[in-house]
């Protein structure tokens, strides 16, 4: 049985499509992520997988009950983090989370060894307010709020968002241990990096999913030769390249700019081109394309 099934799955608010007719399946056990922008509709599709929104049409089941007609009894195998911070910041850490364990008929004690890896690194200041912690220690707490019931299947919305590197870094750690325990988590994220830490990712845009696959395939998927081209002043390099002929796309990516070529066309001959229109400390090399990459190749498709 799959952990999670949407059959055409839409949903409007007013005349905002947020949603468009998804379908997708993700296995038990598995750690599957939702990779786009805001505004694509991850937020919505977590609500309806949480249970809190009715979609305007097609069905979600987890683990074959239903997020609609199942609710009650769904709830209770769901953790969810919503991409916005919800606990109570009157509340201490402890309370925090002596709180939601009452909630779901647990303590602390029962399922400590579930979130232990986490708590650990808030636990010498559970007595602090939680409105007094960081952002990195908030998203923390709030995944150890979200197991202290030992959910089945955990819905991470954006839980890095805002969150400094290191944290971040720690974050996908816990996420592969909880994993390990054999909790199926469905995570979203607009960090394009993230993506490869996942077993299979879903690139979702404008309420569509444009393409499922593992991030291995999915870079694979990039239909041509991709380049980067560096040089000295970026500037001048994009505006040069938006203007050469044989450059098919380019895309600024860090230091460099991403470029594709008309096929047959030596590398060579743009850096000759690029110099001669006065641009100095050219230099191009073939890359591995990314999963950004992809995106926005797809984007460029759909559009």
């Known amino acids: ?57 097609g069905k979600m089941t987890l683990f074959g009950l239903d997020t609609v007609n199942d609710y009650k009894q769904l709830r209770n195998i769901i953790g969810y983090m919503p991409g916005r911070f919800s606990l109570y910041y009157d509340l201490t850490v402890e309370e925090n989370l002596n709180f939601y364990a009452t909630i779901f008929g647990t303590t602390i ?16 200041f559970r007595k602090r307010l939680t409105g007094r912690l960081s952002g990195g220690m908030k998203q923390k707490l709030a995944l150890s709020c979200a197991l202290i019931h030992k959910p089945r299947i955990l819905l991470l919305d954006e839980p890095t968002t ?8 720690e974050f996908w750690a816990i996420l592969s241990h909880l994993k390990n325990e054999g909790i199926t988590i469905i995570v979203s994220t607009p960090y394009m990096d993230e ?30 030769k991709l380049y980067a081209v560096i040089c000295p002043d970026k ?20 230091d460099s700019i991403h470029v594709t070529l008309i096929p047959g066309t030596d590398p060579q001959q743009l850096v000759t ?30 559009q």
Request: aromatic content about 8%; hydrophobic content about 40%; proline content about 5%.
């Open 162 to 169: 805002g969150v400094d590197a290191v944290s971040r870094t």
């Open 273 to 302: 081109a690029l110099s001669a229109s006065g641009l100095s400390g050219v230099m191009i090399e073939e890359i591995v394309p990314g999963i950004e990459d992809v995106f926005l190749e797809l984007m460029k498709k759909e």
């Open 1 to 57: 049985m799959a952990a999670a099934e949407a059959y055409n799955i839409s949903h409007r608010y007013a005349k905002v499509t947020a949603l468009s007719n998804l379908s997708f399946s993700v296995n038990d056990g598995e750690l599957f992520g939702f990779i786009g922008p805001d505004g694509a509709g991850k937020t919505t599709l977590f609500r309806i997988a949480a249970t809190l929104i009715i979609p305007s049409e």
């Open 109 to 124: 004690k029962e399922n400590y060894h579930l979130i232990e890896p986490i708590y650990k690194h808030i636990e010498p």
């Open 235 to 254: 500037y001048k390099l994009l505006l040069a390249l938006s203007t050469e002929p044989c450059a098919l796309s380019s895309e600024p990516f860090g």
């Open 195 to 224: 993506a490869l830490r996942c077993d299979r990712i879903a690139l979702i845009q404008n309420g569509t999913i444009m393409s499922i696959d593992t991030p291995q395939n999915i870079r694979r998927s990039y239909g041509q």
